[in-house]
């Protein structure tokens, strides 16, 4: 039987979200300019999620998922317009010519040889939305806290978003799909998680603006 490359079934699926049937829930502390501690739901196989880096001892010690558990890491370099692996085998040379704020605070694909909690921490500073760089083509993003209940446009910037994907599973956990974002909010599920999205030219994100609520005086007696 023919095998499908890795390459084309990592390429051909472009990002996820609450799609996946989620028990756990996934969670990103932290951030706000230094490192998030993650905790993810993961299935047995390919999984879309915050940038993970082990060999630099990036995963918890009570995660169930553990450094022997991942067989492959691969990052989506949208500069370069290819995938790099980064575990087991890191690119060192390709990498090298890379900025490791983009490429750690992105999404990557990893394979995990069994389901459970996956918790590590993402080792590089996670800065504003408004100073993160996406460049024209696909980019593998990360779901963090602050995009949660939002809609894309809400925070798209100065980004021209083309398409926006999120993948999941069928029910035999085998089979992944797409679906499209650009209309939808992102779940509280899909924190920690991926989403694939191309742009036409690069660009930032914008701030997401926090509603404060107003707190009047009393009124001055009449």
Partial sequence: ??????????????????????????????????????????????????GIYPAGGAILKDS???????KAIWYYAPTLKKYIQIHPNLDSDT???LEDDVVLT???WVYSDKAGVLKYSTIEDYMPLSFRKFYAGWNLVTVVP???????????????????????????????YWNDLLDEKLPIESVGIGMAIE???DCTFG????????????????
């Fill in 95 to 97: 990498m090298g010519t």
């Fill in 199 to 201: 742009i036409s030219k």
């Fill in 1 to 50: 039987m023919r095998k499908t490359p890795v390459k084309f079934i990592i390429f051909t699926a472009i990002i996820l979200i609450g799609l996946m049937v989620i028990i756990y829930a996934n969670s990103m502390t932290g951030g706000n300019d230094s490192p998030y501690n993650v905790e993810v739901s993961v299935i047995k196989g390919w999984n879309l999620i915050a």
């Fill in 146 to 176: 602050l995009m949660i209940e939002k809609n894309i446009n809400e925070f798209k910037g100065t980004c021209d978003i083309l398409k926006a994907k999120a993948y999941g599973y069928d029910n035999s956990g085998t089979t992944f």
């Fill in 64 to 70: 169930e998922i553990k450094a022997s558990d991942i």
């Fill in 207 to 222: 701030e997401i603006n926090v509603s404060e609520e107003t707190i009047s005086p009393p009124s001055i007696p009449s």
């Fill in 106 to 108: 992105s999404a990557m």
